[in-house]
T-cell receptor, first 116, second 111 residues
Framework: GAVVSQHPSWVICKSGTSVKIECRSLDFQATTMFWYRQFPKQSLMLMATSNEGSKATYEQGVEKDKFLINHASLTLSTLTVTSAHPEDSSFYIC????????????FGPGTRLLVL | GENVEQHPSTLSVQEGDSAVIKCTYSDSASNYFPWYKQELGKRPQLIIDIRSNVGEKKDQRIAVTLNKTAKHFSLHITETQPEDSAVYFCAANFGNEKLTFGTGTRLTIIP
């Protein structure tokens, strides 16, 4: 149980294009999902908290117009990196919070984004 | 905001010996402390967690201890094996269940 999938696993795009990443909870409903970014050899940095049916809450320093988050259902949240630039290249990981266990987060496999 | 410090940043242990990783947190309201193991290029995997109503939790070779007064918690891995080699992250919750992660410990098990 508590499986989270993420798609795509790899994406290479040209500078200026937009990239959409999907995060799905496969066997449980997730009212809250989280989006993290991880640079090489660094820790996970929370970008935003995604709540089903409402606007996402962004962490300080994260541009909400650049990183668009949509959480349209209890099993799907999407992150769109708009007008991507090389400095946006990173490992993006989502997590979903299980309703039955307060605090517990299960992570997706991550999406490695390379912007040329 | 919440701050979580983790030590050491790297740790090499002979196979069969024990490994200990320590974390401290700043928010006294934190009540949930998970530990994640991340292999290169993979997702963080929850290996054990502890809530503030207990002081210790054990799962086979892995144990976590919590000292709420001192605001620190530790991961203990006994009888280490080569497959234990990975990066380990501690975390603490704050506010509306967001997690703040420590900086990570790269554990290497020497055969």
């Amino acid at each position: 149980g508590a499986v989270v999938s993420q798609h795509p696993s790899w994406v290479i795009c040209k500078s200026g294009t937009s990239v959409k990443i999907e995060c799905r909870s496969l066997d449980f409903q997730a009212t809250t999902m989280f989006w993290y970014r991880q640079f090489p050899k660094q820790s996970l940095m929370l970008m935003a908290t995604s709540n089903e049916g409402s606007k996402a809450t962004y962490e300080q320093g994260v541009e909400k117009d650049k990183f668009l988050i949509n959480h349209a259902s209890l099993t799907l949240s999407t992150l769109t990196v708009t007008s991507a630039h090389p400095e946006d290249s990173s490992f993006y990981i989502c997590s979903a919070r299980a309703q039955t266990l307060v605090g517990t987060q299960y992570f997706g496999p991550g999406t490695r984004l390379l912007v040329l | 905001g919440e701050n979580v410090e983790q030590h050491p940043s790297t740790l090499s242990v002979q196979e069969g010996d024990s490994a200990v990783i320590k974390c401290t947190y700043s928010d006294s309201a934190s009540n949930y402390f998970p530990w994640y193991k991340q292999e290169l290029g993979k997702r963080p995997q929850l290996i054990i967690d502890i809530r503030s109503n207990v002081g210790e939790k054990k799962d086979q070779r892995i144990a976590v201890t919590l000292n709420k007064t001192a605001k620190h918690f530790s991961l203990h891995i006994t009888e280490t094996q080569p497959e234990d080699s990975a990066v380990y992250f501690c975390a603490a919750n704050f506010g509306n269940e967001k997690l703040t992660f420590g900086t990570g410990t790269r554990l290497t098990i020497i055969p």
